[in-house]
């Protein structure tokens, strides 16, 4: 009984929210003489404030062409944005810059939704050894991190030194798929120095009562830090559910100045990982075991973050693309 109570409650709620808003919205637009994407548009800076604004008023609005427009393929976008201008019985002759402020934001959004497909694509294709491309970038991601150490062989236990659990590193892209190799390797590639660096910090001993004469007769994967690629993937699994769950709007809306990119995600990678590895330093955990404390903390911290609309989380990293970041 109590739960059909709170469900009529939720729907009369609803329903009193839904009517209140569309009559706020009218007399909004008596008063102002504007609909309500122009006063989004002509008050909020671009960015995510404005994106984001924009796209819940398509989303509810009674329109079929406006909420049908959040789905359109980027090549429509224009074609959409002057179809809505019409809609609304906007002269573009005399609002100019509302078709491009729309045009901007509305590539922002659909692009969001192709970046999701297309991450999710490549986290759905598992890792083939028998797949010479896979091959390649496996053995490229060894010689970016290692330069000076040949590979024995392909199943090796040297591949511990890089941080993969076993003797052959295909086990551990099951959960991350392709996904997880190449944001790995983006970040080996495109911030080398960093990529070291964290590499090299993570294969330190974490008890200073642990003198270098010992440290050195332990197994590279019995390290007290961390893992490095294991972490990487983690990571990866990470801004995928960033991604997945929306929170990663805040950050792709204000840094790409129309459609958000598989670059995006992938410098987006690189900066988690490095705020990840300070983080962890900071957090100082006694060993491995309290990984997922830690990691369970740095995600409730940058969640935090995105909450914030003007939010960006920029990456500074040297070798990136920065052209793409617009800030």
């Known amino acids: 009984m109590k739960h059909f109570l709170r469900v009529v409650t939720?729907?009369?709620?609803?329903?009193?929210?839904?009517?209140?808003?569309?009559?706020?919205?009218?007399?909004?637009?008596?008063?102002?003489?504007?609909?309500?994407?122009?006063?989004?548009?002509?008050?909020?800076?671009?960015?995510?404030?404005?994106?984001?604004?924009?796209?819940?008023?398509?989303?509810?609005?009674?329109?079929?062409?406006?909420?049908?427009?959040?789905?359109?393929?980027?090549?429509?976008?224009?074609?959409?944005?002057?179809?809505?201008?019409?809609?609304?019985?906007?002269?573009?002759?005399?609002?100019?810059?509302?078709?491009i402020s729309l045009q901007a934001s509305l590539l922002q959004i659909v692009g969001y939704r192709h970046l999701m497909a297309e991450v999710e694509k490549l986290r759905r294709e598992p890792y083939d050894c028998e797949n010479a491309e896979h091959e390649s970038m496996l053995m490229k991601l060894w010689k970016e991190l290692r330069p000076d150490t040949p590979l024995t062989g392909r199943i090796s236990k040297q591949w511990c030194e890089i941080g993969f659990q076993g003797n052959d590193p295909k086990t551990d892209f099951r959960g991350m798929g392709l996904l997880g190799l190449q944001n790995l390797l983006y970040f080996a590639e495109h911030d080398k120095a960093s990529a070291l660096q964290m590499l090299q910090d993570s294969l330190q001993p974490k008890h200073k009562y642990l003198n270098k004469p010992d440290w050195e007769q332990e197994n590279p994967d019995k390290a007290i830090g961390y893992s490095f690629a294991i972490v990487g993937i983690n990571i990866t699994d990470l801004a995928h559910s960033l991604l997945v769950s929306g929170a990663l709007k805040t950050h792709l809306y204000n840094v790409a100045p129309e459609t958000p990119g598989l670059q995006h995600f992938q410098q987006t990678f690189c900066y988690l990982m490095q705020e990840f590895h300070r983080f962890w330093i900071h957090e100082d955990p006694s060993d491995i075991m309290e990984f997922n404390r830690v990691r369970s903390k740095f995600h409730r911290r940058i969640l935090r973050q995105l909450k914030n609309p003007d939010m960006a989380l920029c990456p500074h990293f040297a070798a990136s693309d920065l052209h793409l970041v617009n800030l």
């Open 10 to 99: 939720q729907f009369f709620a609803f329903l009193y929210c839904k009517c209140l808003w569309r009559g706020l919205k009218f007399v909004a637009r008596k008063f102002t003489g504007r609909c309500e994407l122009q006063r989004i548009c002509y008050n909020n800076k671009p960015g995510a404030r404005r994106t984001l604004k924009i796209e819940s008023s398509m989303r509810y609005s009674k329109y079929e062409l406006l909420q049908s427009a959040l789905s359109v393929h980027p090549d429509k976008v224009e074609k959409t944005i002057d179809d809505i201008m019409a809609l609304k019985k906007i002269n573009p002759d005399t609002n100019p810059q509302l078709g």
